[in-house]
């Protein structure tokens, strides 16, 4: 059989017998009940989940995972760094994969999986979603949901890459994954309600990449620092090796490290208390700004 | 609610800024009725449409959708409304059984009804064949179908549709008006906005025409006829190749022209007031734009055509 090209698919067949099914078989006339909230909420969820499944948003930050840490290896090895007389302890090449992938998982992740809300003003398909019987609300919280668990699994394959690789080179599991874990979802569920208002009020791709990096971004670290929270005390437990970072970039620069010197200022409370307060300033940030993307979605005209 | 009129509009206006898209728009389609919404393009037509569909917020004015006003609870008010407003798009590498697997969801069927209702109505639009192909790959007729078959999934009580046989060939769009003729045994309400007056000749039974953001006359088909049809004389001029924008501005330059309705992407239909050689004229504009003439004829039966021409060019009527 031979394949069929986009142009005969594009073609209705009227040579084809026109099936009409009886209104009994077709379930003409009968009457549906719109369902509840929750049922729509775990429909616009799981629908979403599938249109990343369908769309491969996730392949990029995939490759991300797999290549940085494999080429991170390979150049450790490479330059022989264990050799050159800096004090690496066990953790630090996890720990400089945790420094910085993170962030970048979770800025990647999150912006591909909140385009879909911006599409339906930008792309049209707001014509169809938004004329369907439901809460917008609803339709923004089951987006929100599906990218931030599109986050969550991105973030459980980096770190269990991190643990599998730490544990292959020095034998040993660093202490401090799930509170780190714990700290890199809350962050990213304000950086995905952030995206989820810049998506709602840029029908505009380079607008809202501008309104993101010089307006989103600033502003979630100026709260997490202007509130003198720790200041990078919540921030490093994304690192849950900062101490191991400290030494290095130390050695790196004179003798004075960054996060020396932004820490040296902070009192920093135990640990537990750290990471539920970290998690608690992010949930803080996280729901006004949600409730800021509903209300700007449901009054979003076309 | 169930005395209540299908939609009732009531004042609507709706401005942007300083311009007013629509203004104190008044409308009524009862239950089972089915209502046609006529203007040339800008007259207000699909910012009413999409008022109702609660896309827009209106500036003044209430919308009622079965008796539930759409502003202030639109998951309520469009519960049992099928729509189709302009082109919609669908997400990217989604199939027809995607997009109705989906709505079926919302709407509120089961799997089973939703298999059963994708089917009668995919085999009715002539796309069942191509269910599970990527919609990025159908043509624009296609995409319309896809976009017909989830408005009406669910068995709307109500459709609200916006030139709903855009890109559909002509037996494509005979076919589905007959569809949604076929959908008065369950009392369907309809409000369908087009620009094809013998899709509303064939298919409403009231009309509202619209000019500038406002309703210049509204009843039903027949009575608005008898009420202000005019003499004036309509040409229907068909061509060879599609009709271009550039085409219809020399058209409605030449002298003694009131105005021209495109019927479709190879049909138009001119209004003319005086006869001082026009049609030597519109032959000419055919040709001198390439589009290839393939018959030019004076209509005589449209008696909705007229009356449009005339509610639509002249000083309001009322």
Known sequence: MSRRSKAQISEVRYDSEHVRISDEEAHRGVVYRTPGSLSQLSTVYRHQMHRYAATGVYIVPLVAILVVPVLGILLHAALGMADVGVDFSS?????????????????????????????????KTGYINLTLPMRRSVNMAGRYLAAVTMCALALVLLYALVAALTHYYYGAIPPGFPESYAVALVFACAYTAINMVFNTMFRNQGSKLYGLLFIG??????????????????LQYMFPLSDTITAVMGTGFGGVSLFTMV???????????????????????????????????????? | METAPAIEVVGLTKSYGGSIAVSDIDLEVDRGGFMGLLGPNGAGKSTTLKAVTGLLRPTAG????????????????????????????FYKRSTPMDVLGYTGRIKGLGKSDIQIRSRALLEELRIYEWRDKRIESFSKGMRQRVALAQALLGNPSLLVLDEPTTGLDPRGAVEFRNMLKDLRRFEVSLLLSTHNLSEVSAVCDSVAILRKGSVVAQGGVRDLIKRFASDK??????????????????????????????????????????????????ADTVMRHGLGLMSMSEDGDSDLEKLYMSLSLDGDPR
């Open chain 1, 91 to 123: 953790e630090s090449f996890p720990a400089i994969l945790l420094t910085f992938m993170p962030f970048g998982i979770i800025f990647l992740v999150s912006t591909f999986s909140s385009k879909t809300v911006s599409a339906d003003f930008f792309e």
């Open chain 1, 217 to 234: 971004v600033p502003a979630l670290f100026l709260l997490l620092i202007y509130l003198g929270y720790a200041q990078f005390s919540s």
């Open chain 1, 263 to 302: 820490t040296m200022f902070v009192q920093v409370p135990p640990v537990s208390l750290q990471t539920v307060d970290a998690i608690l300033l992010g949930a803080a940030w996280s729901v006004p700004v949600l409730a800021l993307a509903m209300i700007l979605y449901r009054r979003r005209e076309m």
């Open chain 2, 62 to 89: 209430q919308i009622l959708v079965n008796g539930i006003d759409v502003a202030r609870d639109p998951r309520s008010a469009l519960s049992g409304v099928g729509c189709l407003i302009e082109t919609p798009e």
């Open chain 2, 233 to 282: 004389r309509t040409v229907s001029v068909k061509t060879a190749n599609p009709i271009t924008d550039a085409f219809l501005e020399d058209v409605s330059r030449i002298r003694g022209v009131q105005g021209t309705v495109k019927r479709s992407d190879f049909e138009i239909a001119v209004e003319i007031r005086e006869n001082g050689g026009q049609q030597t004229e519109l």
